[in-house]
Every structure is written in C-alpha cells, then in structure tokens.
C-alpha cells in the first residue's frame, strides 16, 4: 500500500505490504478506536524507536490510514522532535556525554540530553483538555524550532519520538502519561546503513556519515534499545521493511 505524505515539511512515498497493513497497522487503528470511544476524551498514543527505524513515516501512515478507514478515529501524528532546545540554546550549554566528557549541546543535537523534557510533559498533560495549546515543531528547512505552531485537534494524538519510552534521567516515567505505548525495534546494523544513507543523501561524503554515526546516531541507537520501557506493542521492522507484531501486554 502507498501514501504521499508530509513530514517535517518534506513529501514522499511511504509503502507498507498489503499484510502488514492488514495484521498489524490497521488492528493497532482499531484498538486505539475503542479506547478513545470508551474513554470519551482525547487518546495520547507514544510511538518510540531508534533512530532510523522510520517512526515518523509510520506516524504519517497511520494518520493517513485513519482518515482512509471508515469507523475508524481519525488520529493527528505528531513529533516530539518541536521539543529540541532551540539552537541558541543548544549553543550555550552543555552536558557530559556516555565517556564522562563535557560536550556541547549542539555537537550532540538530537541525544536526549538536548530535548526540553519538562516541556513535553507539559504539554502531554495539557493535551487531555478540550482546547489544548499548539504544540511546537521542527523546521527541517530552518533546522531549529518553531513555537506554537501545531495545533493539537484530533481525539486520537500519535506522538511519535525516539526517548518517549526511555527509562533514565529527565525522561523516566514519560511514557505514565500516555493511553498506549507502541515500541519499534530494528536490528543495530539496518539502522546504521540508513542513518548513514540519510547523512550521505543530505550531502556528507561517506567519511564523514560513519564518523557521525560512531559520535553521535550509533550512540543514540544503542542507548533506546537498551534502555526503554515495555511498550504495550513491540513492533519488529525487517531488513525487508516488512512489519511484524513482537509482543503485546
């Protein structure tokens, strides 16, 4: 199955096979359907994964799908990635990395440590009210924040992001505050080919992908598949891009 999506500004085509949709994406649809008829209020749903793993598109997908499916909820997929400490703030502080050396935010953009927790929480809070405010976003043409500019109105909220189920530090306990939680595993090698693609397609040589892997994403990616929460759905995603249901609480 093919959609044309937006995400972050950008169009593509996301393609799932005809039996992933069918065994796995559109019964997930359905779950989060009743919950939210059976609750009466806005349904929050976290989706978590590495980076690279394709969170997002699926996000979009499922949004697209949604409002493909009668009887279905329509659901609004948002990113957590309009949570990032702007640039100027990133520039101005810093933390100690995994090898106990103190960086700057911005060479580290994107680890957890650069992320405005307390302002996600927030704001998962306030999206339970009748009028919630507009969450921020991430310009992918900027490259930095834009505040307030995403309005929060469907009564199903797909968040998706890769520390949304990460059980250390500022981020423990985020995931208490969703209805349902989605976790997407891949393998460590898949991911690294994609993300270093993703750098090389934006412009890097190949030398310079694979030593922001090793200083940056690789990191990123060991540190959500080793330290997450249970979700209540763990998906596996294939070498093939093929989808499949690992567990369920």
Not at 1 to 16: C, D, I, S, W
Not at 23 to 40: A, M
Not at 60 to 71: I, K
């Amino acid at each position: 199955m093919e959609a044309k999506l937006t995400v972050n500004g950008f169009g593509f085509v996301a393609r799932y096979g005809e039996k992933d949709v069918e065994r796995v994406l559109l019964p997930l649809l359905w779950r989060w359907t009743e919950l939210q008829k059976e609750r009466g209020e806005r349904l929050v749903v976290m989706l978590a994964a590495p980076p690279g793993a394709g969170k997002s598109t699926l996000a979009a997908f499922m949004e697209w799908l949604s409002r493909r499916t009668p009887e279905a909820t329509p659901l609004q997929a948002v990113g957590m990635d309009g949570f990032h400490y702007p640039n100027a703030y990133l520039g101005a502080h810093s933390f100690v990395d995994e090898d106990g050396r103190e960086v700057c935010m911005r060479s580290r953009k994107g680890a957890p440590e650069t992320f405005d927790v307390k302002g996600l929480r927030v704001a998962l809070l306030d999206a339970r009210s009748d009028a919630p405010e507009p969450w921020p976003a991430y310009s992918r043409v900027l490259h930095d924040v834009v505040p307030a500019s995403l309005p929060i109105d469907e009564k199903i909220l797909l968040v998706e992001g890769n520390y949304l189920l990460l059980d250390e530090g500022r981020w423990k306990g985020l995931a208490d505050l969703a209805d349902f939680t989605v976790f997407l595993r891949a393998p460590e090698e898949l991911l690294r080919e994609r993300l270093v693609g993703r750098k090389v397609a934006g412009g890097a040589t190949l030398e310079e992908a694979r030593a922001w892997h090793a200083a940056s994403d690789g990191r990123n990616v060991a540190r959500v598949l080793a330290h997450h929460s249970p979700a209540d759905v763990e998906l596996a995603l294939g070498a093939d891009g093929g989808l499949a249901q690992r567990s369920f609480v």
